[in-house]
Each structure stands twice: as structure tokens, then as C-alpha cells.
């Protein structure tokens, strides 16, 4: 099983950087991508970057040019690096991991951290 840990939550002004981490332990045989996802009340979550194993990213067209999304593989960790934050931004940010753990791959997420920005 795979337990993930997600800190850099918190109150931001607009304009303003934060910086998430999410750090991955268990039975880890192997992680492919990795990556974070977000929700607001009453709406379904929405993929907001991913980084694969071969350092390849992704990002959702609004956070693109603000959000960078990295990985330190030895340490199986993924951040989220938000700058000029919005309050559009505001939501739970989630991360996740594709792993390998036994005969499957799968993703895991972890609970949750809150992001709100002010105006």
C-alpha cells in the first residue's frame, strides 16, 4: 500500500507563491508518473500537472507559465511551485502517484491540502 504526505498548504494573498510537496512511502516497487490534481465545493477534481518518469510535464492551460511541477525520484517526492497565485487558484490540492506495488499499476492520492488565495 502507498501513503502519501502533502505539505505547503495555507492562506496566500493574490499575487503571491506557495510551494506544495508530497512525499510517497510504502510498497513501492516503481513509480511512473506523478502529479497533482484540485477541487473546488461541488465540483469534480481537475488534473493540474503531472511529471512522468522520463521528467516529461503536463499542466492544465490556466496554470501554465505560473505552476512548475518537479520530482526528486531518491526521495519519491513531487512538488507543485505556484507563483502569482489567483484567487481563481483557490481549491484542495491533491497529489498522486501511478506506483507499482504488486501485480498492478495504479494511482494512489493522498487527502488533501488546502489552497486559498485573497483578493
Known amino acids: 500500500q502507498v501513503q502519501l504526505v502533502e505539505t505547503g498548504g495555507g492562506l496566500v494573498q493574490a499575487g503571491g507563491s506557495l510551494r506544495l510537496s508530497c512525499a510517497a512511502s510504502?510498497?513501492?516497487?516503481?513509480?511512473?508518473?506523478m502529479g497533482w490534481g484540485r477541487q473546488t465545493a461541488g465540483n469534480q477534481r481537475e488534473l493540474v500537472a503531472a511529471?512522468?518518469?522520463?521528467?516529461?510535464?503536463d499542466y492544465v492551460n490556466s496554470v501554465k507559465g505560473r505552476f512548475t511541477v518537479s520530482r526528486d525520484n531518491a526521495k519519491n517526492t513531487v512538488y507543485l511551485q505556484m507563483n502569482s497565485l489567483k484567487p481563481e487558484d483557490t481549491a484542495v490540492y491533491y497529489c498522486?502517484?501511478?506506483?507499482?506495488?504488486?501485480?498492478?499499476?495504479?494511482?494512489?492520492w493522498g487527502q488533501g491540502t488546502q489552497v486559498t488565495v485573497s483578493s
Open positions: 498522486y502517484v501511478e506506483a507499482l506495488t504488486g501485480p498492478y499499476q495504479k494511482d494512489y
Open positions: 511529471i512522468h518518469r522520463g521528467g516529461e510535464t
Open positions: 510504502g510498497s513501492i516497487i516503481s513509480i511512473n508518473s
